[in-house]
């Protein structure tokens, strides 16, 4: 008789764990958290320049760390001293599904992760956070790099009304963010303002990714200093926190 009224409280038990959804975080005002991948350093600390009135902090993704030079290193240690944060995006910087589908995980961590880690560490940076490159994942890579890092950001380039959209922050350690990248077929300041207020008014925090900040857009890839001056104006103005990645690490509950 036990046995045949295990049964039953099993399934509910698998029906309620599989409907459960992962709700938003909700903080005053809303936030905002801003990633750029790659290693355009000389770019990126000239936005720092423009945009540290309105006392932003954002996450730096730097890729192919062992080709970087010593003045990139310090200009790395200048954006962590500044309250930025230094993140991961990749040592070889692959599409990490398809690396290891041919190579398996363990080489993947190997070639990938590993030396990426080793060397920050021997540079005194500290990493808790990963993007993953091309927004490439999996759940089965999400699960390893999980023993890796705190936080991991996947992509989302689908144009979505605010309130369908992925990129807000969830509680979850895998959080996806919107590309701000002038070549996407959403990309419009129109829309990322819609973005940013809806997460303004219902007390959510939008999250977003970027390359290479310039002052006119001539390629992909690239944000335009205006675009960004007016997601941070309106983000200052309206009493919105800045996050890093690891921030949202440390509200996980």
């Keep these: 008789m ?23 975080v909700t903080v005053t005002n809303g936030g905002i958290v801003i990633t750029f991948d790659d290693h355009h350093f000389t770019n990126w600390l000239h936005a720092d320049s423009l ?29 962590q001293d500044a309250g930025h944060e230094i993140a991961g995006h990749g040592y070889i910087h692959v599409y990490s599904t398809l690396y290891t589908a041919t190579h398996g995980i363990e080489k993947y961590i190997e070639d990938e992760i590993t030396p990426m880690m080793d060397f920050f560490e021997a540079e005194s940076l500290c990493v808790r956070s990963y993007s993953y490159p091309y927004g490439s ?6 699960n390893e790099l999980l023993n890796y890092f705190d936080i991991l950001r ?4 689908e144009f979505r009304k605010p309130e369908k959209s992925r990129c807000y922050f969830n509680n979850s350690r895998l959080v996806y963010a919107c590309g701000l990248d002038d070549h996407f077929d959403h990309s419009s300041e129109e829309y990322f303002l819609d973005l940013i207020t809806y997460a303004h008014e219902e007390g959510k925090i939008i999250l977003f990714y970027t390359h290479k900040p310039v002052e006119t857009v001539t390629g992909e890839y690239q944000v335009s200093f205006n675009t960004l001056n007016i997601i941070c104006k309106y983000a200052y103005d309206n009493e919105m926190t800045f996050y890093t990645m690891s921030d949202l690490a440390d509200m996980i509950e």
């Design 154 to 157: 996947a992509t989302s380039n």
């Design 137 to 142: 994942r999996s759940n089965y890579i999400d």
């Design 2 to 24: 036990k046995r045949i009224l295990l049964i039953p409280i099993l399934i509910i038990v698998i029906i309620t764990s599989s409907c459960t959804q992962v709700e938003d």
């Design 51 to 79: 945009l540290n009135k309105y006392e932003w902090k954002v996450t730096f993704c730097v890729s192919l760390i062992g080709t970087r030079s010593e003045s990139d290193i310090e200009r790395m240690h200048k954006l």
